[in-house]
T-cell receptor, first 114, second 113 residues
Framework: ETGVTQSPTHLIKTRGQQVTLRCSSQ?????VSWYQQALGQGPQFIFQ???????GRGNFPPRFSGLQFPNYSSELNVNALELDDSALYLC?????????????FGPGTRLTVL | QKEVEQDPGPLSVPEGAIVSLNCTYS??????FMWYRQYSRKGPELLMY????GNKEDGRFTAQVDKSSKYISLFIRDSQPSDSATYLC?????????????FGRGTSLIVHP
């Protein structure tokens, strides 16, 4: 059983650019959630995908968008990058959207916006 | 006022000490309470999960929930240097079938030999 993987590990972008982050969910999991974790803060919920449809969204602007694919892997896209977007982006997969106790996090992608 | 408050620390203790980590919250609808451990440069790892009030024990770890006081705790007995990490509390309700957790900012724990 493979765990949650994310790519890339690190990324440096400049303000105004666009970025795509990728996540492969744990085998058998159909729900993926994305979080933003700023330095010294807890993870903030961005959105969740369940069976390829958005199933909830946190307080993030529309320039944060996502996709979930038929194999339940997922992408997070951020357009028009701002300096405050610098953070660790975490992906978590779970058995289904109600399985809070089986949410497994990936190692994250550290994004730096200059 | 944030929905979930957690002292960031750092909390420094000697090996073998009993550690107490705490969070307070304001949303009385929260029913599911979790503690995550996050090592440096890693994603959070679920340690304990509790539904509603009460205690739950797992090895050296004990989670307590007091819904009347809106206060949750994690106790670590016989702490080890390998317990040095950031501990995040998280909680959720089941509104609309969604169980999205709200996290505290984490408490940094250092256990020195």
């Amino acid at each position: 059983e493979t765990g949650v993987t994310q790519s890339p590990t690190h990324l440096i972008k400049t303000r105004g650019q666009q970025v795509t982050l990728r996540c492969s969910s744990q085998s058998g999991h159909n729900t993926v959630s994305w979080y933003q974790q700023a330095l010294g803060q807890g993870p903030q919920f961005i959105f969740q995908y369940y069976r390829e449809e958005e199933n909830g969204r946190g307080n993030f602007p529309p320039r944060f968008s996502g996709l979930q694919f038929p194999n339940y892997s997922s992408e997070l896209n951020v357009n028009a990058l701002e300096l405050d977007d610098s953070a660790l982006y975490l992906c978590a997969s779970s058995l289904d959207r109600q399985s809070t106790d089986t949410q497994y996090f990936g190692p994250g992608t550290r994004l730096t916006v200059l | 006022q944030k929905e979930v408050e957690q002292d960031p620390g750092p909390l420094s203790v000697p090996e073998g000490a009993i550690v107490s980590l705490n969070c307070t919250y304001s949303n009385s609808a929260f029913q599911y309470f979790m503690w995550y451990r996050q090592y440096s440069r890693k994603g959070p790892e679920l340690l304990m999960y509790t539904y509603s009030s009460g205690n739950k024990e797992d090895g050296r770890f004990t989670a307590q929930v007091d819904k009347s006081s809106k206060y949750i705790s994690l106790f670590i007995r016989d702490s080890q240097p390998s317990d040095s990490a950031t501990y995040l509390c998280a909680m959720s309700d089941a509104s609309g079938g969604s169980y999205i957790p709200t996290f505290g900012r984490g408490t940094s724990l250092i256990v020195h030999p």
